[in-house]
T-cell receptor
Framework: RKEVEQDPGPFNVPEGATVAFNCTYS??????FFWYRQDCRKEPKLLMS???SGNEDGRFTAQLNRASQYISLLIRDSKLSDSATYLC?????????????FGKGTKLSVIP | DAGVIQSPRHEVTEMGQEVTLRCKPI?????LFWYRQTMMRGLELLIY????????DSGMPEDRFSAKMPNASFSTLKIQPSEPRDSAVYFC???????????????FGPGTRLTVL
C-alpha cells in the first residue's frame, strides 16, 4: 500500500493556465506536509510547506484537509519555467524516528 | 555554502562489482539521509543518521547495502556485490536540528546516477 498517492500526469497546460495537483496520504498520524519540486535530471527542492489553514506563495497555493487526508497545490498563471515534477511529501515522526515520505510525483509541462 | 556534495555523479559498473557512493552534507547539519529514486518506485528513504549515528535503516533493501558516517562531514553508501536492479539515482540529503533554520527542509545533493550492467 502506497502511503502517499499522486496522479502521475503528465499535465500538459498552456502558459497562463491554472493547474491543480492533488495528493492523498494514508497515515493519519502524519505531522507535516510539503511540496517539493524536481526538475528533469536534478535533485528535489523544497517548494513550500503546507499549513492547516492553507498558505500562499505568489502564484502557488497549498491546501490541507486533515479529515480527508488530502493535500493540494494550485498554480496560477503558469509559466514555462514551472515545468517540472511536483512531489507531495509527508513527514511522520514517532518512536524516535523521523522521515519524509515522498509521493512519486506529478509531472507538469507548460507549453507555449 | 556549497550545498550537499555527492560523488561520483555518474557510475557505470558491472554486476558483481563493489560500488561506493560518497556524500558531504552541509556544514552544521545534524541529519543525513540516503535515498534511492527509480521510475517504478519513486524516491525511497534507505537510511538516515543523526549526529553520525544510524537511526533508521529499515529502508535498506538487503545486506548487500551498507552505509557509514565516520564523521559529521562524510558518509558513504556501499553496494557489494552490485546487481542490475540496483540501477537508480542515489541522493544524499541533509538538514539541521531543532532550533536551526532548516529543521523542516531537507537539502538534496545532485545525486549519483548508477548503472549496473
Amino acid at each position: 500500500r502506497k502511503e502517499v498517492e499522486q496522479d502521475p500526469g503528465p499535465f500538459n497546460v498552456p502558459e497562463g493556465a491554472t493547474v491543480a495537483f492533488n495528493c492523498t496520504y494514508s497515515n493519519s498520524a502524519s505531522q507535516s506536509f510539503f511540496w517539493y519540486r524536481q526538475d528533469c535530471r536534478k535533485e528535489p527542492k523544497l517548494l513550500m510547506s503546507v499549513y492547516s489553514s492553507g498558505n500562499e506563495d505568489g502564484r502557488f497555493t497549498a491546501q490541507l484537509n486533515r479529515a480527508s487526508q488530502y493535500i493540494s497545490l494550485l498554480i496560477r498563471d503558469s509559466k514555462l519555467s514551472d515545468s517540472a515534477t511536483y512531489l507531495c511529501v509527508v513527514k511522520y515522526s514517532g518512536a524516535g524516528s523521523y522521515q519524509l515520505t515522498f509521493g512519486k510525483g506529478t509531472k507538469l509541462s507548460v507549453i507555449p | 555554502d556549497a550545498g550537499v556534495i555527492q560523488s561520483p555523479r555518474h557510475e557505470v559498473t558491472e554486476m558483481g562489482q563493489e560500488v561506493t557512493l560518497r556524500c558531504k552534507p552541509i556544514s552544521g547539519h545534524d541529519y543525513l539521509f540516503w535515498y534511492r529514486q527509480t521510475m517504478m518506485r519513486g524516491l525511497e528513504l534507505l537510511i538516515y543518521f543523526n549526529n553520525n549515528v544510524p537511526i533508521d535503516d529499515s529502508g535498506m533493501p538487503e545486506d548487500r547495502f551498507s552505509a557509514k558516517m565516520p564523521n559529521a562531514s562524510f558518509s558513504t553508501l556501499k553496494i557489494q556485490p552490485s546487481e542490475p536492479r540496483d540501477s537508480a539515482v542515489y541522493f544524499c540529503a541533509s538538514r539541521g536540528g531543532r532550533g536551526s533554520g532548516s529543521y523542516n527542509e531537507q537539502f538534496f545533493g545532485p545525486g549519483t546516477r548508477l548503472t549496473v550492467l
